[in-house]
Antibody
Framework: QVQLVQSGAEVKKPGSSVKVSCKISGGTFTSYTISWVRQAPGQGLEWMGRIIPLLGMTDYAQKFQGRLTITADKSTSTAYMELSGLRSDDSAVFYC???????????????WGQGTLVTVSS | EIVMTQSPATLSVSPGERATLSCRASQTVSSNLAWYQQKPGQPPRLLIYGASTRATGVPARFRGSGYGTEFTLTISGLQPEDFAVYHCQQYDDWPLYTFGQGTKLEIK
């Protein structure tokens, strides 16, 4: 059974950057896109962007353009989400997620990582 | 960007009764609409995709309906484990996705 395993919690200073990893196990890495989703405390889900690991191509929500970088390492089946210029309101749980369908089509996310808590505090 | 609006923000229903949750899109998303259930400390779980198709292992008491801009998730015979937050998501606007703000289903 496919699993997405994320890196552990982080505490960061305002203005710094955070890089969260998402490793796939038990499944193919390059056949599916990987998306990143943010959830601030007590808030809803917010799609941030995605990567096509096979091609390294990315798409970002406009809100995060310029601050977000999503990358993928095919050799280790790991995707990364790096958010820069951190502010206190970036404190959130970050999830990686994979759609049901292969390729770069959009589809519902049937596989999620466990989440990574990022706290931004001085 | 397609904006997804869920209502109500909080819904109080007694166990055994029916809950009806709504999701509206700012423009048509055809049937490219998913529903997720989320419990505290857990990632979301896919319940419904294609507006009305239940994901693997989802009980039949969960029913999705709608097309275009108006969607409904109906949960019949509420069980204790159904009290959670529910999110809708559109995946029509390739390559972008958007979620609603969520509906908290609480025990009355």
């Amino acid at each position: 059974q496919v699993q997405l395993v994320q890196s552990g919690a982080e505490v960061k200073k305002p203005g710094s950057s955070v890089k969260v990893s998402c490793k796939i196990s038990g499944g193919t890495f390059t056949s599916y896109t990987i998306s990143w989703v943010r959830q601030a405390p007590g808030q809803g889900l917010e799609w941030m962007g995605r990567i096509i690991p096979l091609l390294g191509m990315t798409d970002y929500a406009q809100k995060f353009q310029g601050r977000l970088t999503i990358t993928a390492d095919k050799s280790t089946s790991t995707a990364y989400m790096e958010l820069s210029g951190l502010r206190s309101d970036d404190s959130a749980v970050f999830y990686c997620a994979r759609p049901q369908l292969t390729g770069d089509r959009n589809d519902a996310f049937d596989t999620w990582g466990q989440g990574t808590l990022v706290t931004v505090s001085s | 960007e397609i904006v997804m609006t869920q209502s109500p923000a909080t819904l109080s229903v007694s166990p055994g009764e029916r809950a009806t949750l709504s999701c509206r899109a700012s423009q048509t998303v055809s049937s490219n609409l998913a529903w997720y259930q989320q419990k505290p400390g857990q990632p979301p779980r896919l319940l419904i995709y294609g507006a009305s198709t239940r994901a693997t292992g989802v009980p039949a008491r969960f029913r999705g309906s709608g097309y275009g801009t108006e969607f409904t998730l109906t949960i019949s015979g509420l069980q204790p484990e159904d009290f959670a937050v529910y999110h809708c998501q559109q995946y029509d606007d390739w390559p972008l996705y958007t979620f609603g703000q969520g509906t908290k289903l609480e025990i009355k």
